[in-house]
């Protein structure tokens, strides 16, 4: 026996289509969802990288130039210039041979054993490298002759442009700023005569990240900034 369903009936096209619509509309929402979220984590994760960089090189130039002029033997003509290794000429300059708006040249006795440069990390040179975007790190060494290693401290590595890393952008902002014990900025024009002078150093970095950020399409900058007190710069009696 048949039974006919008078009342039972398919979807018509019209609601199929209204069906397809409202999925169409929920995977786009969805979709773009996740894009959103794709880029937002890559932006902070970016961010991350850059301040990690950022604060690691901070970190490290701040220990070593708050060692600057270290000498507890109290050795008389322990500075050396930095160019020749040979005994400086300008020893009321101590541990710190060069001072300008974009370099830093260092000394200490780390040992100590009343010598300067005979050892690792006793003469160290910071410099900004402004058509590279990076900050460099140079260690010298005197004994036997002088020798030098220049490294990116911070930035692009030299001959490994695949390296995909943070760009120091200072431009015209300063590196280094020096103060005297009033904290006073001592005028880049008096310098290097005023390196005695010295009892602050502020160190200030515009970084910014190597790749472009996918919610604003530009590379992302920041700036960071820390000041150093040189304690053994200002000691007298050598």
Known sequence: MNIQLKHSRGFTVVELVMAIAVGLVLLAALSTAVVSGQRSSTGIERKVTTNQD????????????RMASFN?????????NPTTCNVSGTQTYKGIQEATGTAITIEMDLDPDGNCGNAAGEIIRYEYDPANLRLNRESIACTP?????????????AGQPGVRTVEVANGALPVFRYFDGTGAQIAYANLPNDIPRIRRIEIALLVRSADVDPNTGQQRQMAYSTSVIPRNHGITGF
């Open 145 to 157: 002759g002088r020798s030098a290693d220049v490294q990116s401290f911070l930035g692009p590595i």
């Open 72 to 80: 507890s033997l109290f050795t008389v003509n322990l500075w050396r």
């Open 54 to 65: 950022a604060r690691a090189a901070l970190e490290i130039m701040a220990s070593e130039i």
